[in-house]
């Protein structure tokens, strides 16, 4: 089968609106810790909560909101949503104390409407093409992130932060024009294998095959948001321009995409998910720790690329793994702990990131960031190891996206 006139439809416009949204959300996470220094009250502990603090609201709000939209509808939540992302990028680009650019940040987080957006492109997808759907938006939503990490500071560099926030409204707006142009969606369908069942939580968290998965993404959030609060100051005091950061971002970035690519089909075609995430895994370890104690701007730049090949491997393996573990009946459950783990990481990596910069500039992160990712491979090689039966990774997942998609 091929999409039909109004999946097209709904596939460019929710893709367009989710990536919009990725964009605002993620623009700053290179940048701010440095263009936020001019602030009343800014530290690199108040900034890195600033940094995170989106996560917070992300966790509470994502499976609260999703229940509403099945009994309100998906456009009345996803519009309330944006008004409120764009609220807090206004409030944010008005801040001239970091207190009020941490609300607006909160706020940002609180517009929490990923898996509403999800949902709703579930009820305008038959069957048989909504996992075809579901991969496209993970794509996309995997490049916005790119994007962001690239174009953020450009536009910081031109514009300063609150121009950056400026970019953000506007892209929550152009987010409302889109929701309005999308055609009227059917009837809200509850689709049971999206579902967050309370009941089932514990079982989840029990099972030795998913529990470190959903480890595996709150370390791997919470050491790339550490890294953000003392990279940018890091590569300054090496001799870059602030104004010239998006130039090294760009390629490092694009690249580690091109070397990440190779090793993601080896591990879809040969089943090797966890060997090469524990591969993946201890490049992050190594580029972490050594950027900690190195001095010089190119090797800085080097192993920021081989932070990004390690990171970009787990952050595309991960759900994939997930959604072919997780019993059809748990698989919501599953995926509602799993982008959970995300949120809080992010939240914790900017409060634990300002902490350990502060302390101990970038070897503490580097110490930080290493120590979780050694916690976080053993954990995984242990429990490849234990007696309990495996389940296969070949079962039938459904509506699997990259981790970025429930931001």
């Known amino acids: 089968m091929a999409f039909n006139s109004l999946e097209k439809r709904?596939?460019?416009?929710?893709?367009?609106?989710?990536a919009a949204r990725m964009l605002g959300l993620f623009m700053v996470l290179p940048v701010l810790t440095l263009y936020g220094q001019h602030l009343v009250g800014a530290s690199t502990q108040t900034l890195g909560l600033a940094l995170g603090i989106y996560g917070v609201t992300q966790a509470l709000l994502q499976i609260p909101l999703g229940m509403l939209s099945d009994r309100f509808g998906r456009k009345p939540v996803?519009?309330?949503?944006?008004?409120?992302?764009?609220?807090?990028?206004?409030?944010?680009?008005?801040?001239?104390?970091?207190?009020?650019?941490?609300?607006?940040?909160?706020?940002?987080?609180?517009?929490?409407?990923?898996?509403?957006?999800?949902?709703?492109?579930?009820?305008?997808?038959?069957?048989?093409?909504?996992?075809?759907?579901?991969?496209?938006?993970?794509a996309v939503i995997g490049g916005s992130f790119v994007l962001a990490v690239?174009?953020?500071?450009?536009?910081?560099?031109?514009f300063g932060l609150a121009g950056l926030f400026w970019a953000t409204a506007a892209l929550a707006l152009?987010?409302?024009?889109?929701?309005?142009?999308?055609?009227?969606?059917?009837?809200?369908?509850?689709?049971?294998?999206?579902?967050?069942?309370g009941s089932q939580l514990g079982a989840v968290l029990r099972d030795r095959q998913l529990t470190p998965l959903s480890l595996g993404i709150f370390c791997l959030h919470l050491t790339m948001t550490a890294l953000f609060v003392g990279l940018p100051v890091m590569l300054t005091r090496q001799g870059v321009a602030q104004g010239h950061l998006g130039w090294i971002y760009a390629p490092v970035m694009v690249l580690s995409f091109v070397a990440m690519a190779p090793l993601i089909m080896i591990a879809e075609r040969r089943r090797l998910h966890v060997p090469v995430l524990l591969f993946a895994?201890?490049?992050?370890?190594?580029?972490?720790?050594?950027?900690g104690l190195n001095?010089?701007?190119?090797?800085?730049?080097?192993?920021?690329w081989l932070f990004f090949v390690g990171f970009n491997l787990i952050e595309a393996s991960l759900p994939s793994l997930l959604s072919r573990r997780a019993p059809a009946d748990a698989r919501g459950t599953a995926m509602g702990l799993f982008s959970t783990g995300q949120f809080l990481g992010a939240a914790c990596g900017g409060v634990l990131?300002?902490?350990?910069?502060?302390?101990?500039?970038?070897?503490?992160?580097?110490?930080?960031?290493?120590?979780?990712?050694?916690?976080?491979?053993?954990?995984?090689?242990?429990?490849?190891?234990?007696?309990?039966?495996?389940?296969?990774?070949?079962?039938?997942?459904?509506?699997?996206?990259?981790?970025?998609?429930?931001?």
């Open 281 to 291: 895994a201890a490049l992050v370890l190594l580029a972490t720790l050594l950027l």
């Open 295 to 304: 001095r010089w701007v190119v090797l800085s730049v080097a192993l920021t």
């Open 150 to 158: 690239m174009v953020g500071p450009w536009l910081a560099g031109g």
């Open 353 to 407: 990131g300002g902490w350990a910069f502060s302390r101990f500039d970038q070897v503490g992160i580097a110490v930080l960031g290493a120590t979780l990712m050694a916690l976080w491979m053993a954990v995984l090689w242990l429990a490849e190891r234990s007696p309990a039966e495996h389940r296969s990774d070949t079962g039938a997942g459904s509506d699997s996206t990259s981790t970025a998609s429930h931001n």
């Open 174 to 197: 152009l987010s409302m024009l889109i929701l309005l142009w999308l055609p009227q969606p059917p009837a809200p369908v509850v689709h049971r294998e999206r579902q967050w069942r």
């Open 10 to 18: 709904a596939l460019f416009g929710l893709g367009t609106l989710y």
């Open 78 to 138: 996803i519009l309330a949503g944006l008004l409120v992302f764009f609220a807090g990028s206004v409030l944010a680009a008005l801040a001239d104390d970091v207190i009020w650019l941490i609300v607006g940040r909160a706020l940002q987080g609180s517009g929490a409407i990923a898996s509403v957006v999800l949902a709703l492109l579930a009820d305008y997808t038959r069957d048989g093409e909504r996992t075809k759907a579901m991969a496209i938006v993970g």
